[in-house]
């Protein structure tokens, strides 16, 4: 079994920041844009942007095939560009040219409120009453209750440790932040200005003074604080890494002691000889959820929908989620993969699900009674270029 995962890069192409009236402190609004009301006849096209993995029609793999059966049985011919950053995915359908996309939490705000996709009609998805509770009218795919896409799978950031250098498994993430660490020099971090979180949720933990409630949604001074730590942290990493192939010969190599990974990179670095192990500490961890989300602009809606159908059905849930590497959300999915694969990957497992800090675009609004005083995302952009130097 092969899995792949590229890493979800969180560059700016259109801050939310910038739809936020942060001198007025007025809340962001999301254009007013009508979702569909029926499925009609297939246009006969589809045009997908799409993480690698998410489409696959045997190209790949001879067996691995989910979009020939998709076109046969609705006559919709399936268009996929892979895009291996956040950034390429809301640039890619800020273009008008694409019909849909698999956005994770850091895109999927910016995709909202840019006016970029619209919203979904979930009497539409046949499968939405299927999808785990804890997806559905999440912050980073609805906006006041509106759904914007039907949930696809999940996954957390693991602190991943190579068992021969750390031989004890590691309690918290310190092992990545303390500057005397045992991974010190070796420290393996994910390249993103999303990775501030990962600092803002350690301080959350060990810095009560700071009042951390969500580790998105950050005043100024705890923004400053968060990046204080990850210029601490800049002289301990080795690599900062976007592709997970290049984490896997990493750790493979030894370069790599500690840090974090997904447990798609780590099986991999494992089945090719790397004493590898995951863990999530005792703070917590950040992660990952993706959404089918269909343009605005969209010129085959018909075959978007049916789309979201077809990806959201156990079966192909259960053939994308083992190809992948992730969680299905769909729970009936667990039926058809093979012997512990949803245990493996906490599928259907609420208490792992909220361990978890997903992604979602930071913006000037704190949703709270602060008001727009949390610093946005273009922000967050401007200060990991300074982190890493």
Not at 314 to 323: G, L, Y
Request: hydrophobic share 35%; charged share 20%.
């Amino acid at each position: 079994m092969r899995y792949v995962k590229l890493v979800c890069v969180a560059a700016l192409v259109l801050a939310v920041g910038a739809c936020k009236g942060a001198s007025t402190g007025k809340q962001a609004e999301a254009p007013r844009i009508a979702a569909q009301q029926e499925i009609g006849a297939s246009e006969g096209s589809l045009n997908l942007v799409i993480w690698t993995g998410y489409a696959e029609d045997g190209s790949t793999q001879k067996n691995i095939d989910w979009v020939h059966p998709f076109e046969n049985k609705t006559g919709c011919s399936v268009n996929a560009k892979v895009a291996d950053t956040s950034d390429s995915m809301v640039a890619l359908m800020n273009s008008g040219q694409y019909d849909g996309v698999s956005a994770s939490g850091d895109a999927s705000l910016r995709l909202i409120y840019s006016g970029a996709v619209a919203p979904v009609n979930t009497n539409l998805l046949r499968n939405y009453g299927d999808i785990e509770p804890y997806l559905r009218n999440q912050p980073y795919n609805s906006v006041k209750g509106q759904m914007y896409g039907m949930p696809h799978g999940y996954g957390p950031n693991f602190l991943a440790y190579r068992t021969d250098k750390i031989p004890r498994k590691p309690t918290s993430w310190s092992i990545v932040w303390d500057r005397k660490s045992p991974a010190a020099d070796h420290v393996v971090a994910y390249d993103s200005p999303t990775y501030i979180a990962d600092a803002a949720l350690y301080l959350k933990a060990h810095r009560p003074d700071l009042k951390i409630t969500d580790v998105y949604e950050l005043t100024q001074e705890q923004f400053d604080a968060a990046v204080d730590l990850l210029k601490q942290q800049r002289p301990n990493v080795n690599q900062y890494w976007s592709n997970y192939l290049d984490e896997v010969q990493s750790f493979k190599a030894a370069d790599n002691y500690a840090g974090t990974a997904w447990q798609v990179t780590a099986n991999l670095a494992k089945s090719e000889g790397a004493p590898i192990a995951t863990t999530i500490p005792e703070e917590g961890t950040t992660g990952w959820s993706d959404t089918w989300m269909i343009s605005s602009r969209a010129e085959h809606p018909n075959c978007m929908y049916k789309w979201m159908n077809w990806i959201s059905s156990p079966k192909i849930q259960a053939a994308v989620a083992q190809w992948f590497g992730e969680a299905p959300a769909n729970p009936k999915a667990c039926k058809y993969t093979v012997k512990d694969f949803c245990g493996q990957f906490h599928a259907n497992d609420i208490d792992f699900y909220r361990r978890i800090a997903f992604w979602k675009t930071p913006v000037a609004d704190c949703g709270d009674s602060r008001g727009a005083v949390c610093v946005d995302y273009s922000k967050w952009t401007e200060a990991w270029t300074q982190i890493k130097g």
